[in-house]
């Protein structure tokens, strides 16, 4: 039973297209995040949310939005696709960290979309 | 948040332990180590955590010196199937009021595994 699972895994489409990647964790956590890793293997953080609230949003261009139905799905709307935009995306996901508390975030991922903009 | 610096690459035999080290100079006190494996085409996961001296579990050991500036992950008995990327991260970790804290992954250390 996958904890973190992301859909599609694999995405080819075209430079201008508007496209969606799937986030869903079944392990009860509250905090959400998305990654994207380039070719280089750099992991970088781009958004993350914690009981559906966004509370981090780095600088990612505004075609990027992600969006929280409920604090068990976290989607990424990519609008406009360019070519730099081709990357491996990461969905996690982490337990509540009590505030005030010596908070130690273990953040559990999915498998990766790979996004391929051509 | 503290930086941290590991060898970008690292090659053992099979059976041998294997020792990578994190510098982290400007670690905080409330600070925690975490370490994560990445193998290909698979998103980051959780090995091991700690805070000070020794933490062992079954899949690896973390030593820390007292001055928490350093940190080793260790591996014992390596097999061809821990050949992957390790992350070591610092921070608190902690998303809260007081600062939106989050996970910075460096470059890692890619372990290769020679039979």
């Known amino acids: 039973d996958t904890a973190v699972s992301q859909t599609p895994k694999y995405l080819v489409t075209q430079m201008g297209n508007d496209k969606s990647i799937k986030c869903e964790q079944n392990l009860g956590h509250d905090t959400m995040y998305w990654y994207k890793q380039d070719s280089k293997k750099f992991l970088k953080i781009m958004f993350s949310y914690n009981n559906k609230e966004l509370i981090i949003n780095e600088t990612v261009p505004n075609r990027f939005s992600p969006k929280s139905p409920d604090k068990a799905h976290l989607n990424l709307h990519i609008n406009s696709l360019e070519l730099g935009d081709s990357a491996v995306y990461f969905c996690?996901?982490?337990?509540?960290?009590?505030?005030?508390?010596?908070?130690?975030?273990?953040?559990?991922f999915g498998a990766g979309t790979r996004l391929s903009v051509l | 948040l503290a930086k941290t610096t590991q060898p970008i690459s690292m090659d053992s035999y099979e059976g041998q332990e294997v020792n990578i080290t994190c510098s982290h100079n400007n670690i905080a006190t409330n600070d925690y180590i975490t370490w994560y494996q990445q193998f290909p085409s698979q998103g980051p996961r959780f090995i091991i955590q700690?805070?000070?001296t020794k933490v062992t579990n079954e899949v690896a050991s973390l030593f820390i010196p007292a001055d928490r500036k350093s940190s080793t992950l260790s591996l014992p008995r390596v097999s061809l199937s821990d050949t992957a990327v390790y992350y070591c991260?610092?921070?608190?970790?902690?998303?809260?009021?007081?600062?939106?804290?989050?996970?910075?992954f460096g470059t890692g250390t890619r372990l290769t595994i020679i039979p």
């Open positions: 991260l610092v921070g608190r970790g902690m998303l809260s009021n007081f600062g939106n804290e989050k996970l910075t």
């Open positions: 996690a996901s982490s337990p509540t960290v009590l505030r005030g508390a010596g908070g130690k975030n273990i953040q559990y």
């Open positions: 700690g805070y000070k």
